[in-house]
C-alpha cells in the first residue's frame, strides 16, 4: 500500500499542461475497434489500468490489439470475430469494462466468465443482466446476477423496448452493443441524459442510430467499420488540476486538449455559478467528440446547490467538487446523487468521512452532502480506500491544509491517471 506524504500550501499553479486521455472514450475505442470490420488506429489512449483491463479481456476473445508506439492498433473482425475465451475475464477495477463487456458478449454463441477486484463483487450489476435476460440471454451471477462473478452464454437476441431505471452510461452502452446484434428495432429510454459517448461512436464508426430526446431507437443490422481516432483529454481527470488552480493562490493553469462535449462538462456550469475564473476555448477542428482548452485562475467560491438533470453530467467530479465545496463561502447542497454510493466506494460516505477527518464539515445525506464553508483544514492520514478519484480529490485537499496529508492507498489512482503526482508536482512553483 502507497502512501503519499504532501505538503503543498502556499504552493502556486502555474503553466500549461494536458491530461492523459479519456478513460470512457479509451475504453469505447478498444471495444468499437474489435466489434468493427478492419484496423482502427487509436492515438492517445489512455494506458490507466481500467482501460488496460478492457485491452486485456479483448485480447483473450481473440482480438489482436497491439501498442505501434504512437497509436494503438486493434484488428477487428466484427462481432463475429470475437472468440470463446479459454479463461475468465478479468475487468480488474473497472466498472465500465464490466457493464459494456456484457452487452457485446450477451449476443456471442458462447460461454464466459466476467470477474473484477473486490470492489467490483460489491456493484450492482442486474441493471445490465435483468435488460439482457429481457432481450434472451442466459446470464448470470452471484445473488441471481446482481454481483460477479457473472457468466453468461451468449446467443441470439431479441429486441427490447425499455425504460432504464437508472440514469447510467454504462447500463445505455450495454443495452447498445446488444441491440446492435439483436432482431428488430430496440427501443431504449434513458431517465436523465448520461454521457453519450457509445452513440458517438456507433455513428463514426458507420453504424445508425435515432434519437429524440432521452429515447434512441436502434436496429440489429449494424456493419461497422474500423476508424482513426485521438482521444481527447479527460475532463475528469482535468477537473483536479481545475481545482487545484482555483485554491492555490496566484494561479494560472491552461489546459490543453481537454474532451468539451456537453454530457460531461457539469462541473464547468457550476463552477461559473460558484463564481470560478474559468475560460473555455472550443477548437473548431471536425472530431467525433467536442474539445478545447480551459484556462484556470485562483478563484473565491460561493456555495450552492447542485441537483437533477446536472448530476449524470459531472457524476464523476463530485468528489472534487465536494472539496471545493469546503473552500466556498456559505454551504452547498449536492442532492439526487445516490448513484455515488455504487462507484468504486461509497462516493458519499467516503468524502464526508475522509475530508472531515481533515477538518471539514460535510454531512452525507441520503442522496449526497451537505457541504459548510469555509472550512480551514488541518494536516491527517487520509485514505483512498482504493477509489482513484478519491485518492486525487485528497492529494488536492493538500493545496489548502495547514501540516502535512497523509495520503495512504495511492497506487489506486492508476486506475486513471497513471504518473499523477507527476503531473501535479510539474505545475506547481
Ligand atoms: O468504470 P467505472 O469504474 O464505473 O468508473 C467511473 C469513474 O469514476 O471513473 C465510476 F465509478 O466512471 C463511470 C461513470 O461514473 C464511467 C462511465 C462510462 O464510461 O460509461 C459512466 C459512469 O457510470 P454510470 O454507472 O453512471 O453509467
Known sequence: MATQTLHFKN???????????????????????????????????????????????????????????????IEGKGFEGLR??????????????????????????????????????????????????????????????????????????????????VASAQVKSALLFAAMQASGITELTEKGNTRDHTERMIQYFGGKLEKNGLTIRIDGSAQLEGRDLVVPGDISSAAFFIAAAILAPNSELLIKNVGLNETRTGMITVLERMGANLEIIPHSIDSFEPYGDILVRSSKLQGTEIGGDLIPKLIDEIPILALLATQAEGR???????????????????????????????????????????????????????????????????????????????????????????????TMK
Open 11 to 73: 504552493r502556486t499553479i502555474k503553466g500549461v499542461i494536458e491530461v492523459p486521455g479519456d478513460k470512457s472514450i479509451s475504453h469505447r475505442s478498444i471495444m468499437f475497434g474489435a466489434i468493427a470490420d478492419g484496423k482502427t488506429r487509436v492515438w492517445n489512449f489512455l494506458k490507466g489500468q481500467d482501460c488496460l483491463s478492457t485491452w486485456e479481456c479483448f485480447q483473450k476473445l481473440g482480438v489482436p490489439i497491439s501498442d505501434q508506439g504512437q497509436y494503438l492498433l
Open 332 to 426: 452547498t447542497v449536492i442532492k439526487n446523487a445516490e448513484e455515488l454510493k455504487v462507484k468504486e466506494t461509497n462516493r458519499i460516505d467516503t468524502v464526508a468521512n475522509e475530508l472531515n477527518k481533515l477538518g471539514c464539515q460535510i454531512t452525507p445525506t441520503a442522496d449526497g452532502l451537505m457541504i459548510d464553508g469555509v472550512s480551514r483544514l488541518k494536516g491527517g492520514i487520509v485514505d483512498s480506500h482504493g477509489d482513484h478519484r478519491i485518492g486525487m480529490m485528497l492529494a488536492i485537499a493538500s493545496l489548502v491544509a495547514e501540516d502535512s496529508v497523509h495520503v495512504q492507498s495511492t497506487e489506486a489512482i492508476d486506475v486513471s491517471f497513471p504518473n499523477f503526482f507527476k503531473a501535479l508536482t510539474s
Open 84 to 165: 470463446e475465451p479459454s479463461s475468465i475475464l478479468d475487468v480488474g477495477n473497472s466498472g465500465t469494462t464490466s457493464r459494456l463487456l456484457m452487452g457485446i458478449l450477451a449476443g456471442r454463441p458462447f460461454h464466459s466468465v466476467l470477474i473484477g477486484d473486490e470492489s467490483i463483487a460489491k456493484r450492482p450489476m442486474s441493471r445490465v443482466t435483468a435488460p439482457l435476460r429481457l432481450m434472451g440471454v442466459k446470464i448470470d451471477g452471484r445473488m441471481n446476477g446482481e454481483y460477479t462473478p457473472i457468466s453468461i452464454r451468449g446467443g441470439e437476441l431479441s429486441s427490447i423496448d425499455y425504460q432504464i431505471p
